[in-house]
């Protein structure tokens, strides 16, 4: 049961900083970072090198996922108390 918790909790932090990180490469590298399409795969976040594809949103990303990865922050920080709280309850 809590190794579930953890799991959960951890890809909640990781979910969070993969979209922040988004956030912050976009601006340095806007041709490799983004939401992507292409005829086989649609791609969110880092496009390998040399693959081709069309960018759907553009910069629009950067709020996007500041905005995603702040209220998955906060979910995670609200479960996390939530597991806290039914811990100490046992």
């Not at 932090?13 to 992507?36: D, R």
């Not at 086989?40 to 949103?57: M, N």
Request: hydrophobic share 60%.
């Amino acid at each position: 049961m809590y190794g579930v918790n953890a799991i959960i909790l951890l890809f909640g932090c990781l979910l969070s900083a993969a979209l922040v990180a988004i956030a912050v490469m976009k601006p340095f590298t806007p041709e490799q970072v983004g939401v992507w399409v292409s005829a086989d795969r649609h791609t969110v976040g880092f496009l390998p090198a040399g693959e081709r594809a069309h960018e759907l949103v553009g910069f629009t990303i950067i709020p996007l996922a500041l905005l995603a990865g702040v209220i998955c922050i906060i979910a995670t920080h609200h479960a996390f108390r939530w597991v806290l709280r039914f811990v100490r309850t046992l």
